[in-house]
């Protein structure tokens, strides 16, 4: 089956005003599906890097481009190792999650975001367990 122009049309919206999110808009046949489309952070600090095996220690991630859009179920999300925790969204340029508890303690895990909880961005840092 081919796809006609008379079937198939895009529309493109911003909804923010910094350029971020884009909601591309695909219509085929009777059927209508929404793309998003955001631009993936840049972490430039995070601290502490180290915390209790307990968990619990407010991990401040800076950088550019977080978001969340609640209303296009778009959350941060924070990765320690491989363990995920949703971090709270506090601006543009900042993030925080909070530890999980881990007895991982022989080396530091990579900290990887992620703003729908599927695609991840290494951020370059670790974070480091102690008892």
Not at 15 to 26: A, M, P
Not at 49 to 77: A, V
Not at 80 to 92: C, K, L, P, Q
Request: some cysteine.
């Amino acid at each position: 089956m081919s796809v006609g122009s008379s079937m198939y049309s895009t529309t493109n919206s911003n909804s923010t005003s910094d350029n971020s999110l884009y909601i591309y808009h695909y219509t085929y046949s009777n059927s209508f599906v929404e793309f998003y489309y955001y631009k993936e952070p840049t972490v430039k600090k995070v601290e502490p890097t180290s915390g209790l095996n307990t968990g619990g220690t407010p991990i401040e991630i800076s950088g550019i481009w977080f978001d969340q859009k609640t209303e296009y179920g778009m959350f941060p999300y924070c990765k320690i190792g491989s363990m995920i925790v949703r971090a709270s969204f506090s601006s543009t340029v900042r993030i925080v999650c909070y530890s999980p508890p881990s007895d991982y303690i022989e080396a530091p895990l990579p900290i990887k975001v992620s703003l729908n909880g599927l695609d991840w961005h290494d951020t370059g840092f670790t974070f480091s367990y102690y008892y």
